[in-house]
């Protein structure tokens, strides 16, 4: 298989690169903390403008028909600068939904609104009470007259305090934990009924708590067909997966630098500490499990659009399990390489780690995927 980047794609790096080094340094990042949405409108419109928001979306629909590896490059660099913008909500998840599940009516009218930037989504699917299982749904929809009603409570919503719209899943058939009777509904964010409650996750990314009470949407909201929507919600997360491991390398890859630069400057005893042996070690193991990270997420990326869905599952579970591992282990050492500092919030690193931990437990952490890839041992 060809590796090698299109040229295109190296295009699509470099032109994301500049932009976040000039835009997005870590000082900056914190006045786009304090905006009201908790990131930056201005720099949304310029994803827009440069094309961001319709990288892998069909060009009938202003897209840019990219892939799942143009996706992972820009993922990457945004992992680099730790990006506040709600790009995995909007194009990945909620967009991923769209594509899949939308008729060609709704893409033409979403999807164009997500690639200039006027349409942001959420995708509101986790409960309280399901953890990281994607068939505990309790919130349900009921037929009222052409249309449905929905009642019930969503967590954890990526971005739902900020969104337009919600593709929310509901159950229209079967018990709590059955794979069928679960469908998807395109809500619009402030319907009458649907509340939200925005807040600050642990790395500074913002989700809300989403409740339903007496939410009706039409016939024409529904996603797909009725009862059976899990398939699609399996290959939204499997697209999230994908797209947060890619971020991943783009954050280590920035703890990394940031380590090796402190070990050949900071000074203890008269000479750097970059100079001990045993540090040289350490963050020589830091590149292996970092590199080993990156062939994962680049499995990941490549199983995105693999047809068959046992092979997809089981590629993206691995995946999603070597790079919390690598994850883990770079971030842990960034930080103990630092000493002191590295616990400081004035000091970046902190803050990279804090987002490679949130990111391990999005759409089930290690463990939950290393029990699943057991199951599947005969």
Request: aromatic share 6%; glycine share 12%.
């Amino acid at each position: 298989m060809d590796f090698d980047l299109t040229e295109d794609q190296r295009l699509l790096s470099d032109s994301v690169n500049r932009l976040l080094s000039d835009q997005y340094g870590f000082e900056k990042r914190k006045t786009y903390l304090k905006e009201p949405e908790g990131w930056s409108k201005a720099l949304w419109s310029q994803y827009a403008e440069l094309g961001l928001l319709g990288l892998p979306f069909a060009e009938e629909h202003g897209g840019f028909g990219g892939g799942a590896v143009d996706v992972m490059l820009l993922m990457q660099s945004f992992g680099h600068a730790l990006v506040l913008e709600p790009y995995l909500s909007t194009v990945v998840l909620g967009g991923t939904a769209i594509k899949l599940a939308g008729s060609a009516a709704q893409q033409a009218e979403i999807i164009p609104g997500i690639a200039e930037g006027t349409t942001k989504l959420g995708f509101a699917h986790y409960e309280r009470q399901s953890r990281y299982d994607i068939t505990d749904v309790l919130t349900t929809a009921k037929p009222n007259g052409a249309g449905w009603v929905l009642e019930g409570a969503k967590t954890v919503v990526l971005h739902g305090d900020t969104a337009d719209k919600l593709v929310v899943s509901a159950r229209t058939s079967g018990g709590r934990d059955d794979e069928g009777g679960l469908s998807l509904f395109l809500v619009d964010a402030n319907a009458a009924g649907l509340a939200r409650r925005g807040y600050t996750l642990r790395d500074e990314t913002r989700a809300a708590e989403i409740s339903l009470s007496g939410v009706k949407v039409s016939k024409d909201d529904l996603l797909g067909e009725v009862g059976n929507a899990l398939p699609v919600i399996r290959r939204v997360v499997e697209a999230g997966i994908a797209a947060t491991s890619a971020e991943v390398i783009g954050t280590m890859e920035t703890m990394q630098s940031m380590t090796l630069e402190y070990l050949k400057t900071r000074v203890q005893f008269g000479k750097p500490i970059g100079e001990n042996q045993a540090l040289q070690h350490r963050a020589a193991e830091m590149l292996v499990a970092m590199e080993q990270g990156r062939s994962m997420a680049m499995l990941a990326a490549m199983m995105v659009d693999e047809p068959d869905a046992a092979e997809r599952e089981r590629n993206i579970s691995m995946a999603k399990v070597g790079v919390g591992q690598s994850g883990r282990f770079v971030s842990q050492n960034a930080i103990q390489l630092h000493g002191g500092i590295g616990m400081t919030e004035e000091y970046a690193i902190g803050h990279f780690f804090r987002r490679v931990m949130v990111i391990e437990h999005m759409f089930g952490d290690t463990a939950y995927h290393l029990d699943r890839l057991a199951d599947q041992v005969e």
